[in-house]
């Protein structure tokens, strides 16, 4: 053979090596080409037909697969993905509801609070939220970045500075969430939502827990400031459950709070959009026969008859095609009966509201009279502090009673009575 063409072949072999070599590690690094939308989904089915959520590992060393990477294997469901991006204005809280400056008196929420808008907005949503941040515990719900570090490095993630993990995080919530590095099983990659959930887990489908990461009550435990669930099965996430929970978390010989209420001393809870309880309790009339995804994705059938899951998150009012093939078999106007069950949610919210502002308003009066003993006044902050608990806890709630309208009236009920019996204590 002629020293030329042996170069030509030695070049030919090395090439094709490193062609193999290339195709051995993609299809190693990146998932096997466009998956079929199988009939069969991939996550296991309980007994009652629930679908079983995995929960991702920890300590496993992963790197993050972004959205960007499984584009070109679902190039249809990343493009409804990227659509949240359209859902771009958020409600201004404050000026919204004139009282809150006032109920959160003493907390970041006071001078800030934003609503809520699509998922891709959330990065920059937490960085210039204008409510001060210390740790990186924030980062919670905002992106798969911190999700994967709460993973790896456990409880320990979540008291980094801010501004530190601020430089490492860029994906704005994506397909890890929800998926982990699979690309389709549906899993639970924070482990709080396991840690609460315990064995209660495999009885909620996993298109709703994935959802329940993020849309739920929380707080950060006094110790290690990582995020955590107040309740330990699916029976204790009811209203009162709850708030028996936090009455009796003691920090240092005091009642937990997330904040001090400055004027007047009460001792205060703040909820934190607790969807996932709001729809899976008491009174929720479609908790079994739908899941979150089923109302808030849907499906999109394509010309040619096939199917994939729309990944644009949004109101099942703005979605024509879910309202006429699923919820039109049974609701012949399902805009007029939210609307209808949210006036009447939303009415009452801003009356018990301002009843919550007088009343903390007389305590502070009561307090600055001197006419009142410490265990008189501990014990009306105390009575209080239950009251704006049960107005907070349907306030922060996105659905403003259609989650579970029963629950929100249950609660603003409660909210009343307990402003009745505060006020009977005053002399
Ligand atoms: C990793 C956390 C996380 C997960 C998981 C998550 N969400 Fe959200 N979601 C958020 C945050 C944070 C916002 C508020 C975004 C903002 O305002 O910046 C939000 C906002 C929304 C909104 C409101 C958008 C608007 O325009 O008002 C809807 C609807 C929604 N989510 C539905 C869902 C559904 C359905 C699921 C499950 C399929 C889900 N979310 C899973 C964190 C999450
Ligand atoms: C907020 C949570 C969430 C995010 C983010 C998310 N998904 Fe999903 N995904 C779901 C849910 C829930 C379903 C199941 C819908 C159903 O069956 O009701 C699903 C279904 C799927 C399926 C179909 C699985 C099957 O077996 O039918 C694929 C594939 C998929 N997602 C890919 C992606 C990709 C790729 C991304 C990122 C671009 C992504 N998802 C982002 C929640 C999410
Ligand atoms: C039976 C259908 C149904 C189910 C199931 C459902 N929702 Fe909703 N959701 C609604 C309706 C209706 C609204 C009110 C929409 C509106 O005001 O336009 C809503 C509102 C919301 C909002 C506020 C959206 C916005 O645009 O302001 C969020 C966030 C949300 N739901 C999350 C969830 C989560 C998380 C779950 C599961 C724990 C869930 N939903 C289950 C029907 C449903
Ligand atoms: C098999 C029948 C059926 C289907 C299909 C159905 N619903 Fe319902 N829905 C009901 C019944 C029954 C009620 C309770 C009675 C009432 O309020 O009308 C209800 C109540 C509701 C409520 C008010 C809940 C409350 O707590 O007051 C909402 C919101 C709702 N449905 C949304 C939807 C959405 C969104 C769809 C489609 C994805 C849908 N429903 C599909 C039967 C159905």
């Keep these: 053979m002629k020293k030329e063409n042996k170069r030509l072949l030695l070049d030919l072999a090395v090439m094709v090596c490193c062609a193999v070599l290339c195709l051995v590690l993609l299809t190693g690094i990146f998932p096997k080409g466009p998956v079929a939308m199988a009939a069969e989904p991939a996550n296991e089915k309980s007994a009652s037909g629930v679908r079983i959520a995995k929960v991702e590992e920890t300590g496993s060393g992963i790197t993050l697969l972004t959205a960007k990477d499984w584009e070109s294997t679902y190039p249809e469901i990343y493009a409804s993905y990227m659509k949240n991006s359209e859902n771009d204005s958020a409600e201004d809280y404050v000026e919204n509801y004139p009282m809150i400056s006032t109920l959160f008196e003493g907390y970041g929420f006071a001078k800030f609070y934003g609503g809520a808008r699509g998922h891709t907005y959330v990065i920059d949503d937490v960085t210039s939220t204008g409510r001060p941040h210390a740790m990186a515990n924030c980062f919670t719900c905002k992106t798969p970045d911190f999700t994967v570090m709460a993973n790896e490095l456990g409880d320990a993630a979540y008291s980094l500075a ?9 994906e704005p919530l994506s397909c ?20 609460a959930l315990g064995s209660d887990l495999d009885k909620v489908d996993a298109a709703t827990l994935t959802c329940g990461q993020c849309h739920v009550d929380y707080y950060f435990a006094p110790e290690t400031k990582s995020t955590t669930l107040p309740y330990t099965s699916l029976e204790s996430m009811s209203p009162d ?4 929970y936090y009455n009796n978390l003691m920090v240092d010989g005091q009642v937990f709070a997330d904040y001090v209420h400055a004027s007047s001393g009460v001792r205060q809870i703040m909820v934190n959009h607790p969807e996932l309880e709001t729809f899976t309790g008491k009174g929720s009339v479609h908790f079994g026969t739908f899941t979150c995804a089923d109302c808030h994705m849907g499906t999109v059938t394509k010309e040619d008859g096939t199917t994939y899951p729309n990944h644009f ?4 009012l703005d979605n024509p095609e879910l309202l006429e093939n699923t919820c039109s078999a049974c609701h012949e106007d399902l805009a007029a009966k939210v609307h209808e069950i949210q006036e009447k949610a939303e009415e009452r919210t ?17 307090v600055e009279s001197g006419e009142y003993s410490d265990e008189e006044l501990d014990a009306i902050r105390m009575s209080y502090r239950n009251a704006q608990f049960y107005w907070n806890f349907v306030f922060v709630e996105n659905s403003e009673g259609a989650h579970n309208s029963k629950l929100t009236h249950d609660c603003l009920d409660k909210s009343e009575a307990l ?3 505060t006020l009977a204590m005053f002399h």
């Excluded at 801010?162 to 860029?170: K, P, R, S, T």
């Excluded at 590095?181 to 840690?195: D, E, F, K, P, R």
């Excluded at 801003?350 to 009561?366: H, S, V």
Aim: charged share 15%; net charge negative.
């Design 313 to 316: 998150l949004r109101s099942p």
């Design 419 to 421: 402003i009745a019996e």
């Design 350 to 366: 801003y009356d018990i509201g301002y009843q919550l502002e007088d009343l903390i308003n007389k305590i502070t009066a009561a």
């Design 162 to 170: 801010f501004e530190d993990v601020q430089q490492q995080v860029n």
């Design 176 to 195: 890890y969430n929800c998926h982990g590095n699979t690309g389709s099983t549906l899993m639970v990659t924070h482990q709080y939502l396991a840690n």
């Design 241 to 244: 459950a709850i708030l028996d």
